[in-house]
């Protein structure tokens, strides 16, 4: 690209040289014009001498000795061509021709060597010398007086007095070599000057142009540096000329204007950032406990797991499951829900090395993300430490809250890096360490899976099983020490079409875990109301129906509003009914639980503690509410005549209900040794497959009839 400097230089030297050249041809042709009338006069003076001097020889014969001799003082002479002598009839008497004649002839013949070495043009009547003569006869033409022809002063002049002429004398001064020769020296003089001229006026130029074009230079880099730099705070220095001045304001305003923008953006920018970054905060990290939450987990786990599997190395999951904090959350309300979540997460987080990423999934479900583990107990130990720093009484907010968590293991590789089953695979571990007793970590292992699909299944029938009456009602009678019924315990059937005869003690977790028990449990008092006053009617009315009810349910406000209501409208015999429930749901739910005990003891109905001595509790419980009965797990019944240990723990339970007035029931009596020895003991009442295995209620109403008769 050219650049403005070139192109104005290159101005600048084309000006100079065609003004160079204009002055020259103007003073070439000045001063040949001044030559030629300086030689004119010359001429003039030249002619008019020899013409007087021939004024004595004009009548001696052509080619006269003295004629040529005055002819020759025509030699000093360098561009004297030619000379001719006519007489007063217009007859050539004689010619000279000069060095500038001869140079133009060239025609060595057409000459004669004077005496004196000059030539004369010889007088020839040859064909040759009549064109001169042609020649001779133009000339002749001529008026008198100085002529200027193609570079050539021709002087006309007479001979003698002009109103008396004698003859004529023409004489032809050729300019032509002479001009050319003084141009050529007059070149040679002037065109250094001229070269040296134009190259002064090039360096004057470029050094005008170096001052003019300076403060373009500092703007065109000043500019360069904005766009490298990005720093628009520049300003460049306001210059004397106009334009310049006027361009380096234009600038200076432009950068103020650009660097006014570019703040107000950077302010704009900084907000959307803080904005951005805020609302990052809000996607990304759970509003509780600052952790990351289940959309973030995701998109770390998914990056950790594609680097582990591209460096083949391994990553563990660890699913956390608080155990037991629906009771809390529902003993306590949401508020301190949140705040023991919050208590138990910042416990967690303190225990994990900086590696691993814990985050809420949400509830109370968190996992904990650990790669690149080397051995896969280094996962192991962290769930322990996790169980037993959790597991334990929190004391918290002026509470005593028991609480736990259950966790399950999984591996990568397990699961071929695959994000969703690693997932899956952890939970069912986490459900499997919670259906085993939870407060402890397992593993994941294959046979799990099928677990869960059995689980799944059962769930969605469950559903089903609720719209379509597939569950039933099965009573198992509880006899005293003479084998008298004194009671029925309810307990739920559910044939499916699909899975067939399914145990409560397979459904009744699973709807509990899905949140379906209290819909369950509805249905079975819905039930009762219709078949307890068969029951009653059959068995007399000192008989106990006892019925289940699960940790949830004593949560479920419309389920147990739902039973008061059912007591009040005397649609339920609350007289004849016992609640059977768990002695750990009875404690974690105690306080929530405790106003709904008190109202149906109000109306006459019972309370007992099933699967008692499993708990492992506090024993201190039992004295704060009215219980009516312990039920003797079924674990301990099996292991009389077995286990001393069994039967000391039997024996303990009987005593101690005893000693707090408690009825005591043993379950799971399947003989008569066991029989006797609970009788033995002191137990009021015995159920178990020795006395009657759950039967549907036509079948037991049959029975009773069978009795009656
Ligand atoms: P549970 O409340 O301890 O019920 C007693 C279980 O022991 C019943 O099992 C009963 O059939 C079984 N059983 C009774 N006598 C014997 C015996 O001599 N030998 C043996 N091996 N077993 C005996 P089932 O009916 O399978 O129920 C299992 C558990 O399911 C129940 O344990 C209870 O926790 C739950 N469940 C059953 N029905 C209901 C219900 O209507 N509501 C609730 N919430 N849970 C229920
Ligand atoms: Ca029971
Ligand atoms: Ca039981």
Redesign the pocket.
């Given at each position: 690209m050219k650049s403005l400097r070139s192109q104005i230089s290159f101005n600048t030297v084309t000006s100079i040289a065609i003004i160079s050249a204009l002055i020259i041809t103007l003073s070439i042709y000045v001063y040949e014009k001044l030559y030629i009338e300086f030689v004119s006069t010359e001429v003039n003076a030249i002619g008019e001498n020899i013409s007087v001097d021939l004024i004595d020889y004009i009548n001696e014969p052509a080619g006269s000795f003295n004629q040529t001799e005055v002819l020759l003082r025509l030699d000093e002479y360098e561009y004297a061509e030619t000379a001719y002598i006519f007489n007063s009839q217009g007859k050539l008497l004689n010619v000279y021709i000069g060095q500038a004649g001869l140079k133009a002839r060239a025609k060595p013949n057409a000459f004669e060597s004077n005496v004196d070495g000059s030539q004369i043009f010889k007088i020839d009547t040859s064909s040759k010398a009549s064109n001169a003569l042609e020649d001779v006869n133009s000339i002749t033409a001529l008026a008198l007086g100085l002529h200027h022809i193609n570079n050539k002063v021709v002087m006309v002049k007479t001979i003698g007095e002009p109103i008396y002429p004698l003859g004529k004398f023409i004489l032809i001064f050729n300019l032509q070599e002479a001009l050319r020769d003084s141009r050529e020296r007059y070149i040679t003089l002037v065109a250094p000057s001229v070269v040296f001229f134009i190259c002064l006026s090039l360096l004057v130029s470029v050094r005008a142009q170096r001052k003019v074009f300076r403060p373009l230079n500092t703007l065109i880099k000043t500019m360069d540096s904005v766009v490298d730099d990005k720093n628009y705070d520049v300003k460049v220095e306001e210059t004397e000329r106009e334009e310049t001045l006027a361009l380096s304001r234009a600038f200076n305003n432009m950068m103020g204007n650009i660097q006014a923008a570019s703040e107000a953006n950077q302010q704009k920018n900084a907000l959307l950032e803080k904005q951005q970054s805020q609302m990052e905060r809000l996607a990304n990290f759970d509003a509780l406990t600052g952790l990351p939450n289940r959309q973030f987990l995701m998109k770390i786990l998914a990056r950790e797991l594609t680097k582990a599997r591209t460096n083949r190395s391994e990553l563990g999951l660890l699913f956390v499951d608080i155990d037991g904090f629906k009771s809390i959350n529902d003993s306590f309300g949401h508020d301190t829900g949140d705040k023991f979540l919050l208590h138990i997460s910042v416990i967690m987080s303190k225990l994990l090395d900086e590696a691993y990423t814990l985050g809420r999934l949400g509830g109370d479900e968190f996992i904990i993300i650990a790669p690149d583990i080397g051995d896969p107990k280094t996962l192991e130990d962290m769930a322990a430490k996790l169980v037993v720093a959790v597991s334990r009484t929190h004391i918290f907010n002026t509470l005593r809250l028991d609480s736990g968590v259950s966790v399950g293991l999984a591996l990568a590789s397990d699961c071929n890096y695959e994000l969703s089953s690693l997932i899956t695979n952890a939970d069912v571990a986490m459900y499997k360490a919670k259906g085993s007793g939870k407060a402890r970590f397992m593993w994941f292992n294959e046979e799990m899976l099928a677990d869960t699909k059995r689980k799944v299944l059962i769930s969605t029938r469950l559903s089903s099983a609720l719209e379509n009456d597939a569950f039933y009602?099965?009573y198992?009678a509880k006899v005293d020490a003479e084998q008298n019924i004194i009671g029925f315990?309810?307990?739920?059937?559910w044939h499916d079409d699909v899975l067939g005869h399914v145990?409560?003690?397979e459904f009744?977790p699973i709807a509990e875990q899905t949140d379906k028990?209290s819909l369950?449990?509805m249905w079975?008092i819905k039930r009762l109301e219709i078949e307890a006053p068969r029951l009653i009617k059959s068995f007399g009315s000192q008989i106990i129906i006892s019925?289940?009810?699960?940790p949830q349910?004593l949560n479920s406000e419309r389920l147990t509003q739902f039973i008061l209501k059912g007591m009040r409208e005397n649609k339920l015999p609350a007289k004849n009914l016992e609640i059977?429930i768990?002695e750990t749901a009875y404690m974690n739910n105690f306080n929530v639980a405790n106003s709904f005990f008190e109202s149906i003891k109000h109306y006459g109905c019972q309370l007992a503690l099933?699967?008692f001595g499993t708990g492992y509790s506090s024993l201190s419980y039992l004295t704060k509410f009215d219980i009516d009965t312990l039920?003797i797990?079924?674990s301990f019944v099996?292991n009389i005549g077995i286990s001393e240990q069994s039967e000391l723990i039997t024996k303990t339970i009987i005593k101690m209900a005893k000693s707090l007035n408690f009825s005591v029931c043993a379950?799971?009596?399947?003989t008569r040794e066991q029989a006797a020895f609970l009788l033995r003991n002191g137990c009021h009442a015995l159920?178990?497959?020795?006395y009657s295995?759950?039967t549907p209620l036509e079948d037991v109403l049959a029975t009773s009839r069978r009795r009656a008769l």
């Open positions: 009602l099965a198992q315990e309810t307990l739920l059937r145990s409560p003690a009744i028990i369950i449990s079975i019925i289940n009810l699960s349910d059977e768990t099933d699967d039920k797990d079924r099996n379950e799971g009596v399947e159920q178990g497959f020795l295995k759950p």
